[in-house]
T-cell receptor, first 111, second 116 residues
Framework: QQPVQSPQAVILREGEDAVINCSSS?????VHWYRQKHGEAPVFLMILLKGGEQKGHEKISASFNEKKQQSSLYLTASQLSYSGTYFCGTERDFGNEKLTFGTGTRLTIIP | GAVVSQHPSWVICKSGTSVKIECRSL??????MFWYRQFPKQSLMLMAT?????????EQGVEKDKFLINHASLTLSTLTVTSAHPEDSSFYIC????????????FGNGTRLTVT
């Protein structure tokens, strides 16, 4: 079953913060985050493994709460280049390999 | 970094014809590749998992006789859309991983298929 993301879309001014949530109805082993620009392939951002992991790089970070079967992506001091559609991808089993993508969140950053 | 090359980038074909899409891993070997389909403003939906040297594993609802997958080598997987119809028009993207689970997916640039 497809993970549900919220919000579906958000518009921010440059410099503002955003939080994107990903919620699954099934137990998860890991969560991936990707960003896709219009007409392009998705680009990998980060992976989080079960165990309550949090990680980040510069102004983009994420957390994973496997008990709640949820992950959140945090974008701070957003830049114009952050615009795009963000997808979480979930793995339910170790070694299963296939990734199920969430419903997506369209983020628009305006000057 | 890992590079996945997909060809063609776009194709327009007439209804009833077949179209082949190639996906190559350029700098690594991929025993498994994944084929996704994405309709406008929608998410990526996994169609099938392509396994080198064996039959592909199709997701529920995906017709294996319509979407033929061949993974003949460790660097090449092909998806053939047979007897294409306008409803098959979509963005098809292949992907692969280096190593086993927990590694990121590396995507090809996608193929925009338009069936007239």
């Amino acid at each position: 079953q497809q993970p549900v993301q919220s919000p579906q879309a958000v518009i921010l001014r440059e410099g503002e913060d955003a939080v994107i949530n990903c919620s699954s109805s099934k137990a998860l082993y890991s969560v991936h985050w990707y960003r896709q620009k219009h007409g392009e392939a998705p680009v990998f951002l980060m992976i989080l493994l079960k165990g309550g992991e949090q990680k980040g790089h510069e102004k983009i970070s994420a957390s994973f709460n496997e008990k709640k079967q949820q992950s959140s992506l945090y974008l701070t001091a957003s830049q114009l280049s952050y615009s795009g559609t963000y997808f979480c991808g979930t793995e339910r089993d170790f070694g299963n390999e296939k990734l199920t993508f969430g419903t997506g969140t369209r983020l628009t950053i305006i000057p | 970094g890992a590079v996945v090359s997909q060809h063609p980038s776009w194709v327009i074909c007439k209804s009833g014809t077949s179209v082949k899409i190639e996906c190559r891993s350029l700098d690594f070997q991929a025993t498994t590749m994944f084929w996704y389909r994405q309709f406008p403003k929608q998410s990526l939906m996994l169609m099938a998992t392509s396994n080198e040297g064996s039959k592909a594993t199709y997701e529920q609802g995906v017709e294996k006789d319509k979407f033929l997958i061949n993974h003949a080598s460790l660097t090449l997987s092909t998806l053939t859309v047979t007897s294409a119809h306008p409803e098959d028009s979509s963005f098809y993207i292949c992907s692969a991983r280096i190593g086993a689970g927990f590694a990121p997916l590396h995507f090809g640039n996608g193929t925009r298929l338009t069936v007239t």
